[in-house]
């Protein structure tokens, strides 16, 4: 759980810190599903983003 946990973390601040540049104010939503199986998360932002 705590590298889960971690993850996320990361995911969060890079959308923090790169995703609302030069924006006065920037919203980050975290959505996160998941079953006994597999978890899905998605970290969106109002960054240009890039292909991965």
């Excluded at 590298?3 to 973390?9: F, N, Q």
């Amino acid at each position: 759980m705590y590298s889960a946990t971690l993850v996320v973390s990361e995911l969060v601040a890079n959308a923090v810190v790169h995703g609302t540049r030069g924006l006065a104010y920037g919203q980050v939503t975290v959505r996160m599903t998941g079953t006994d199986q597999q978890v899905h998360v998605e970290v969106i932002d109002q960054g240009a983003g890039c292909l991965v």
